[in-house]
């Protein structure tokens, strides 16, 4: 297990640093911020917008804190949906740090239940929502027969991880993405840019949360 450090963010919330890595989990401008704006308002809300079918599946690479998590089973608007969620963490955090995170203060039960819940099988986390925890690295793992609704691109930055955002890489998990389906990550670089568009995908550069000046979001095109 990599040294991890509870650190607080610039909205009074926790995110965690790898101190092998020099390399924190979420901005240090604020972790339930930005998750909440780049994975749930441009990712999640934005699919809503677009799709009312009753079932969600989403694919996300890089569970750590289990925030996004957290964010998308209690969001209002999934009420009345079935969601399988599938999650991807190759170091999952102990119960002494994760126990740690103040951000799940008002809603904590929730929150402790997806840390808690059994890796490596589906859970049941709500009465329509099941949630696959799966103890893996993104090379190695056979990924699930789903066709994904919404990727949660989470992984650490390109110059901290480089090897979680090369071509191969990236085709593995936009390849099991749904013909309309949001690929949406807080990372702007020009090459991930250039190698999703290559790999048919609509891209577009949005604004970014406080602290950083943009995002992408990109989504399947249906032809």
Known sequence: MPDIRVILTGDGSHSLLNAEL?????????????????????GLNYWLEQNKQQQLTILEVGLGTALNAWLTFRLPELAGRQISYFAIEKFPLTKAVWQQLNYAAHDRNLFEKIHALAWNSWQQVTPLAMLFKSESSLHQIVLPDLSFDIIYYDAFAPNKQPDMWTMDVLQKVVMKLQAGGVFVTYCAKG??????????????????PPGKREMIRAVRLNS
């Open 191 to 208: 090459q991930l840019k250039r190698d999703l568009k290559a790999l048919g995908l609509e891209v577009e550069s949005l604004p970014g």
């Open 22 to 42: 020099d390399e924190t989990y979420h901005s240090r401008h604020g972790a339930v911020q930005e998750s909440q704006y780049v994975f749930i308002k441009q």
